[in-house]
T-cell receptor, first 117, second 110 residues
Framework: DTAVSQTPKYLVTQMGNDKSIKCEQN?????MYWYKQDSKKFLKIMFS???????INETVPNRFSPKSPDKAHLNLHINSLELGDSAVYFC????????????????FGPGTRLTVL | SQQGEEDPQALSIQEGENATMNCSYK?????LQWYRQNSGRGLVHLIL?????REKHSGRLRVTLDTSKKSSSLLITASRAADTASYFC??????????FGTGTRLLVSP
């Protein structure tokens, strides 16, 4: 009954490879997010989708491409992986109905630890 | 950087003691939220305080917000070993966007 799930939990790969992380939420939420947490535990938003439409796109290299096939899924594809991409990537979701007030609680997935060698 | 700063970076206390964490931020906010992260896990929402509120309680949690000083504090009373985790403040700057603080690592010893 996991509310927000991510696969895989761990991903170890070589520099230059292309990889994808998948996220699914069964909460019926309209908004989904991708966050990156680095080795110092700094957590930063990367992307946000509302009903399959991109609404937040922070300064992220265009090697990172989110894809939302439906509002329950938000996948993250990374091309040409670099050492600096090593981090824990968290998916999250929220109802997304409060607009600019932003009072919706965000529910986080368990994270995907990406290690680039 | 928009990121909030939390103080202290780490806090070690005994069970039963109170734990206070502080958060300072730079931009105007709609609300401020606190999240907990257990080791190796995702973040869990604890409490939200709106920009027009000064104090909020939830169980053993007490949050204050001073928008003139752009700061917030989280107080956990009568701490338990199970409270051991990292705690993050998160500032909502509009349209569901959260900017997270640097986090406080809390260790509660039995």
């Amino acid at each position: 009954d996991t509310a927000v799930s991510q696969t895989p939990k761990y991903l170890v790969t070589q520099m230059g490879n292309d990889k994808s992380i998948k996220c699914e939420q069964n909460l019926g939420h309209d908004t989904m997010y991708w966050y990156k947490q680095d080795s110092k535990k700094f957590l930063k938003i990367m992307f946000s989708y509302n009903n399959k439409e991109l609404i937040i796109n922070e300064t992220v290299p265009n090697r990172f491409s989110p894809k939302s096939p439906d509002k329950a899924h938000l996948n993250l594809h990374i091309n040409s992986l670099e050492l600096g991409d090593s981090a824990v990537y968290f998916c999250a979701s929220s109802r997304g109905t409060s607009g600019s007030l932003g009072t919706d609680t965000q529910y986080f997935g368990p994270g995907t630890r990406l290690t680039v060698l | 950087s928009q990121q909030g700063e939390e103080d202290p970076q780490a806090l070690s206390i005994q069970e039963g003691e109170n734990a206070t964490m502080n958060c300072s931020y730079k931009t105007s906010i709609n609300n401020l939220q606190w999240y907990r992260q257990n080791s190796g896990r995702g973040l869990v929402h604890l409490i939200l305080i709106r920009s027009n509120e000064r104090e909020k309680h939830s169980g053993r949690l007490r949050v204050t917000l001073d928008t003139s000083k752009k700061s917030s504090s989280l107080l956990i009373t009568a701490s338990r070993a199970a409270d051991t985790a990292s705690y993050f403040c998160a500032m909502n700057t509009g349209f569901q966007k959260l900017v997270f603080g640097t986090g406080t690592r809390l260790l509660v010893s039995p």
